[in-house]
């Protein structure tokens, strides 16, 4: 709580209660802003004689400055006064009978009575120790009595009011800058709390994937290969991670893709770059569209011998396309046999069955490129 | 040989990166920070500095600004628009992924040093899909891709080459290289929502 207030303190101007004229406002502003105190006086002068405005924002910055005096926590402050209940009922008996002795009529007593009470009670609460509480402290006696004396009448409805605001006023001059700090402390906390969930979410994560992984790595240390697909792996793990990214569990064409690339990753050691321009829901069409650059991307990891896959997609709602090129071995397209399951059905079967389009184009010693459209 | 200076706060990735480059470009320094980076491309005038996006104190995109006229390429493990787009923003010529292996990353220095823009799929990709949807009519001509030049990012983006994809479109090398310039220069300077978005996500604009 300590280091809250300091750091609050330092965001907000504390007031000056060394250098101040009136309550130190002015001070408190200039030696935070670290300019001359006169300018901000003359500033509030200004506005002040601008239609009053000076005045106000003199209260509200009043108001919302932390004294450097103590802060007064309502709870004990409380307390303490329902501890010195019993004198502020004694003060106030005493001085209603000595009101009533001299003989006082009685829509006076009561408010002095209620008064004294008061302000016994305000003193023994030890508020009085700063200029502020002790402004509030009065402001609370006077209304005390405000309240005391429209009571037995309640025809006073204005004076009545009047009153309440009064005590408000005390109220907040009072307790103003302990509400603040505290509601300062608790957001303050709850950052505090919820970084230190993030943390240690980020370490939990951190632990069950990149230290595996490390750890698998320096055993593995003989095996380039091996050692290359594990970091790639954990690489496009905490890549989807950090990015909280949702496009790999997304129904639509793209995170169909990404899951395929992913998974062929793993399971060939090459590496599979998706790129993605638009993006659809997945459907019967475009869940066969996937399947069939699945069997495309598989067919380059598993034949050509190339290192690295480019495959993009396009996709609107009137159009998709997907391409799946290599670098790697390349083959005479019109060499292969008709009868070669792989291509003629899971790709070309399987895109016209649902109304599209695909095409290999290969080199040998250049590589592949599949292109399948819908 | 292209004289290169290695900006990353990673001195693992710097060597690894110099080691890998032996022999095709001369790597004449190395900085840490943004200050030093600052320092030494000031001293050396390197041909092309190979930037990192990610550094403490505002990253690549604050060496970039802080060092005009010196040829940037951008090399990052990020694979996120917004970090792309706003270091090619802030002025990069070129960016590419840090697994980019060694032949690659040479010829990509070489292109930036000859003035030309370096484009990885990945990032044909993003400028295709920021510059896509409706453009209002009276959207200005930086605002929006010619045909031509979305066919070939288009190629970019499916892992083609310069030359191929000269050869596809049957254009001269030349060509293919003005109209990716032609690219850049719309991406550093058009105000399309997406890629200004993109760059105000990191602070910039």
């Known amino acids: 709580m300590s280091g809250t207030m300091a750091i609050a303190a330092h965001r907000i101007p504390v007031i000056d209660d060394d250098r101040r004229k009136l309550a130190g406002v002015c001070a408190g502003i200039a030696r935070r802003l670290g300019i001359d105190v006169r300018v901000v006086r003359i500033a509030f002068i200004v506005l002040t004689l601008a239609g009053g405005i000076g005045v106000a924002l003199y209260g509200l910055a009043y108001l919302a400055m932390t004294s450097t005096g103590a802060l007064h926590d309502p709870a004990e402050v409380l307390r303490d006064a329902g501890l010195s209940w019993r004198e502020g009922l004694g003060a106030a008996l005493v001085v209603a009978a000595l009101a009533v002795a001299v003989g006082l009529p009685w829509r006076v007593v009561l408010p002095i009575g209620a008064g004294a009470g008061t302000a016994m009670v305000m003193w023994r609460s030890g508020l009085l120790g700063t200029r502020r509480g002790r402004v509030g402290a009065s402001l609370m006696v006077v209304g005390a009595v405000l309240i005391a004396s429209a009571l037995p009448t309640l025809s006073g409805l204005q004076s009545f009011a009047f009153a309440v605001v009064v005590v408000l006023g005390g109220s907040v001059l009072l307790f103003g800058p302990w509400w603040l700090g505290m509601a300062r402390a608790l957001t303050a906390e709850r950052t505090a709390r919820i970084r230190a969930q993030e943390r240690a979410e980020v370490a939990a994560h951190l632990h069950d994937s990149v230290l595996q992984t490390l750890a698998l790595i320096q055993r593995r240390a003989s095996d380039p290969a091996e050692v290359a697909q594990l970091a790639r792996r954990q690489e496009r793990d905490l890549r989807a991670w950090l990015n909280a990214d949702a496009t790999a569990a997304a129904a639509t064409l793209h995170g169909a893709l990404v899951r395929a690339a992913t998974e062929i990753e793993e399971q060939h050691g090459v590496e599979v770059e998706v790129v993605c321009v638009g993006d659809r829901a997945l459907d019967d069409d475009t869940a066969a569209l996937a399947a069939a650059a699945r069997e495309a991307i598989v067919n380059a990891a598993k034949f050509a011998g190339a290192e690295r896959i480019d495959v993009y997609a396009e996709a609107s709602d009137e159009r998709a396309e997907v391409f799946v090129r290599d670098r790697g071995a390349g083959f005479d397209v019109d060499a292969v046999p008709a009868d070669r399951r792989g291509v003629r059905e899971s790709i070309v079967g399987r895109m016209e069955r649902h109304g599209g389009h695909a095409h290999v184009r290969s080199t040998p010693g250049e590589g592949t490129e599949v292109e399948l459209s819908l | ?205």
Request: charge should be negative; glycine fraction near 8%.
């Open chain 2, 1 to 205: 040989m292209r004289r290169v200076v290695l900006v990353d706060d990673h001195a693992l990735f710097r060597a690894g990166v110099r080691s890998e480059l032996e022999g095709r470009v001369e790597v004449i320094g190395e900085a840490g920070t943004v200050g030093e980076a600052v320092a030494l491309i000031a001293s050396a005038q390197p041909d092309v500095v190979l930037l990192d996006v990610h550094m403490p104190d505002g990253g690549g995109v604050e060496v970039v600004r802080r060092c005009p006229d010196t040829c940037f390429l951008a090399l990052s493990v990020s694979d996120a628009p917004e970090d792309v787009i706003a270091i090619i923003r802030a002025g990069a010529r070129g960016y590419v992924t840090k697994t980019i292996d060694a032949e690659r990353l040479a010829d990509a220095i070489e292109r930036v040093a000859e003035g030309d823009a370096v484009f990885s799929p990945r990032l044909a990709g993003f400028v295709l899909d920021a510059f896509r949807g409706e453009t209002r009519a009276e959207a200005s001509e930086l605002d929006q891709l010619t045909p031509r030049e979305q066919e070939v990012l288009r190629l970019i983006a499916r892992g083609y080459l310069y030359k191929e994809v000269a050869h596809n479109l049957g254009i001269s090398a030349k060509t293919v290289e003005a109209h990716v310039a032609s690219v850049l220069r719309k991406l550093q300077l058009t105000n399309r929502h997406e890629l200004s978005r993109w760059a105000m996500e990191q602070g910039l604009d």
